[in-house]
């Protein structure tokens, strides 16, 4: 995960964004799904942000702001309005994202395949395994009137193949 400062242009009002590679950021603010909290702008653009610079094996790598600000933003990989997640709120979080992470791990990414192969494992014309992918809403609607078994994950995925 990234983490930027992102700035309002219009009202100056700053907050943290969490995203899976620059590339995610862009896409996000070329597709309008970025907004300030504060003010609801569209208007977003990164700001300016120190470099994180990993501390001596030592020391903590951790700085104060950062412990402060860790439970600031939503660990989705977008950006809220909400206000600032309570601690116990995050640890929950947390603990969602490693059970999907952990969930993920016996699991095969199939990306934009998803609906083809949950199609091919549900007809018996493959072993059956766990996957994961991509699938659009109207993909997902089709596989559950087929009576296929789909979850939705809490959490985005990115492809492994464009992860920094």
């Known amino acids: 995960m990234i983490v930027f400062d992102l700035v309002c242009e219009p009202q100056g009002h700053t907050f943290e964004g969490w995203f899976g590679s620059s590339a995610e950021f862009e896409d ?62 995050g640890e929950i979080l947390k603990l969602a994202a490693e059970v999907q992470a952990k969930l993920l791990e016996q699991s095969e990414w199939v990306g934009e395949e998803f609906p083809e192969k949950a199609r091919e494992i549900h007809y018996g014309e493959t072993d059956e395994k766990s996957v994961h992918g991509t699938a659009t809403p109207d993909e997902v609607e089709a596989l559950e009137e087929e009576g296929i078994e789909i979850a939705s994950l809490p959490f985005p995925l990115t492809s492994p193949k464009s992860r920094n």
Do not use: F, Y
């Open 28 to 89: 996000q603010k070329a597709r309008g799904l970025l907004t300030c909290p504060a003010c609801g702008s569209l208007s977003v653009s990164k700001g300016l942000m120190a470099p994180n610079v990993s501390a001596k094996g030592n020391q903590s790598s951790r700085g104060p702001a950062r412990e402060k600000d860790a439970g600031s933003a939503s660990s989705s990989g977008g950006v809220s309005n909400a206000p600032a997640i309570p601690p116990e709120q």
